[in-house]
């Protein structure tokens, strides 16, 4: 069974700086297609950021510049560095892994920017 758990959401300030971590247990980040979701009062779930087996990370342009995705392989962990945080970027966040073909969800772990 594929687990994922978030860490590392908080209240800051706008321009502050947060990292969100996932532990990953059940299978491995390096041999997965790994990302980050949010999803903020009223909207709908969307993509922050995705870091394939191979290839190029991708990013919402609304992070890009400001937000970086990684994996620590030996921590079998998914980082979210976020920086030049905006009250915008406020939404509870979710980890999320795809593992032969199915999709896996963390619980999920709120961030809170305020103005």
């Known amino acids: 069974q594929v687990q994922l758990v978030e860490s590392g959401g908080g209240l800051v300030q706008a321009g502050g700086s947060l990292r969100l971590s996932c532990a990953a247990s059940?299978?491995?980040?390096?041999?997965?297609?790994m990302g980050w979701f949010r999803q903020a009062p009223g909207k709908q779930r969307e993509l922050v950021a995705i870091i394939p087996t191979g290839g190029v990370t991708n990013y919402a342009d609304s992070v890009k510049g400001r937000f970086t995705i990684s994996r620590d392989n030996a921590r079998n962990t998914v980082y979210l560095q976020m920086n030049s945080l905006k009250p915008e970027d406020t939404a509870v966040y979710y980890c999320y892994g795809q593992v032969l073909s199915r999709n896996y969800w963390g619980q999920g772990t709120q961030v809170t920017v305020s103005s």
């Open positions: 059940g299978s491995t980040v390096s041999g997965n297609v």
